[in-house]
């Protein structure tokens, strides 16, 4: 059986070092090649013309590039593209890509498939199908067409970013270092819905803003909509939080996705302002795209900017995000499993 050819794309400097160490070659070549795959953004070894001609033929008689355009995209009305990257064993992923007058966001998937389960995200209805190398993450990002246009980067598409722990912290390191595409990490957030020991790894190890899915701040209300509740309450995530000193630059964001007669209640504001207090934070109201074979709905207008006003009212930063893409199915995961369906 032929051996399967690893990628260059998506190591660090360090692992490229134990790269160029293994094939005997000089140890600045690692640089030399972090440069050539992140900076000068080549598709192939052949095009790193620093190199001596043994070094790539060393390189290409073990590795690839490993980069792959969209298979597919779809385009809104309002501008938005929702992207589909070809991932493990013929699944796909989704990518969006988000333009705005002076914002060009990009949301990334993390995994194939989801194993949260949460009632409203039609990703879990895949079930988990695998962790996305921190190469895969990042292609995502360099083989898009509109590359060059972002400004922002927000892991939440597909997955939960902190059950693919090593793969996400990689692809920051890579993001953000200086050998590598040098973004500020202010450009970036990464949303989850509170694996505490994972998101305590990333608050220490990364500068990058955190967003945490709270959608009710009532854990047995929390536990019915996202069973991750069982294993880590919201009380632990709130304390954990509480707990790491959060510099002046850093944003921590609480993702609240609104559904009809369900989590806009005045109960529901003096709770999310008691739970809250001395966090500093922003709340962004979600609007509810509805999904198939879940029970929940999506509220009016008129609802969502009451919820808002209360909430601002208890002085809580409260914004309610722009619905985009609603033509191409929007909810993350639909166009993906449309996709996977045979016919």
């Known amino acids: 059986m032929e051996e399967k050819r690893d990628v260059l794309f998506g190591k660090t400097l360090k692992q490229l070092e134990e790269v160029v160490k293994k094939l005997g070659l000089p140890r600045f070549t ?46 809104s009305v ?11 064993n013929g699944k796909f992923i989704e990518t969006a890509y988000i333009p705005e007058r002076k914002r060009h966001t990009l949301c990334v998937s993390s995994q194939v ?18 962790n996305l190398s921190a190469g895969e993450i990042l292609n995502q990002i360099r083989s898009l067409p509109e590359s060059d246009l972002l400004t922002n980067i927000v892991y939440m598409g597909m997955g939960e970013p902190f059950d693919n722990l090593d793969g996400v912290m990689q692809s920051l390191e890579i993001l953000t270092a200086d050998f590598g595409f040098a973004m500020s990490p202010k450009r970036i957030t990464v949303s989850t819905i509170g694996i505490v020991p994972a998101m305590k790894v990333f608050l220490e190890q990364s500068t990058c803003h955190l967003a945490v899915s709270l959608h009710s701040p009532f854990e047995e209300e929390r536990r019915r909509l996202m069973p991750i509740e069982h294993v880590y309450s919201l009380n632990d995530v709130l304390e954990a939080i509480r707990s790491f000193p959060l510099g002046k630059q850093r944003r921590i964001s609480f993702e609240y996705i609104v559904f009809k007669d369900l989590n806009h209640s005045p109960k529901h504001v003096k709770e999310l302002a008691r739970i809250l207090n001395g966090i500093r934070c922003r709340i962004n109201l979600l609007r509810f795209h509805p999904v198939p074979g879940t029970p929940l709905n999506a ?24 619905s ?15 996709e996977q369906q045979p016919g």
Do not use: H
């Open 78 to 88: 309002d501008g938005t593209k929702k992207y589909l990257f070809r991932a493990l």
């Open 299 to 322: 509220p009016d207008e008129e609802t969502l900017v009451t919820f808002k006003t209360a909430l601002e009212s208890k002085g809580l930063v409260t914004t309610i995000r722009k």
């Open 30 to 75: 690692a640089a030399q090649i972090a440069d050539w795959l992140y900076k000068k953004e080549v598709t192939s070894i052949e095009e790193m013309s620093n190199l001596s001609r043994d070094a790539r033929g060393k390189l290409a008689a073990r590795f690839d590039v490993g980069l792959s355009g969209p298979a597919k995209v779809q385009v």
């Open 113 to 130: 498939g989801c194993k949260m389960g949460c009632l409203f995200c039609f990703t879990a209805k895949q079930g988990f199908q695998g």
């Open 324 to 338: 985009r893409g609603q033509d191409i199915y929007a909810a993350c995961g639909l166009l993906s499993t449309k």
